[in-house]
């Protein structure tokens, strides 16, 4: 099941830095990059020096919550309500990744959560994000 996100995402479009990644989450798959000489991996974002000496590999797209915080917002009314959540989560193979999380209950430091790929727009070229949900 697909979880609602409260507010929309906001527009992502590909450049030629991140389409290998954005051709990943059309396909439901969350890649990191992999360091070939040492297999460290990286967040996507990652700046390398040498391309040659990384490669996009497969995650789980699974971890738990390190840190997180409620943003508010202001209703019709004018009444100060939660919009989103945002975190921070330790990917299971390693990495840092800073995400918008849904979550309909409290959310706990270690809560463990999985990756869902929401569209950032109507338009055909905008990408399909990762968004993180409490399992």
Known sequence: MTA??????TAVRRDAQTA????????GQFLLREKISTGELFTPQTAVTDE?????VPASGRGRVISWTT???RNAEREVVPQHVLAVVELDEG????TRLVADS??????SVHAEFHKSGA????EFVPVF???
């Open 52 to 56: 040659s000496d990384y490669r996009w």
């Open 106 to 111: 409290d959310v706990t430091t270690g809560a």
């Open 71 to 73: 943003v508010y917002g």
């Open 4 to 9: 609602m996100l409260s507010i929309p995402l």
């Open 123 to 126: 338009a055909n070229e905008h």
């Open 20 to 27: 290998d990644f954005f051709d990943g989450t059309a396909r």
């Open 95 to 98: 990495p840092w990744w800073w």
């Open 133 to 135: 949900v409490l399992d």
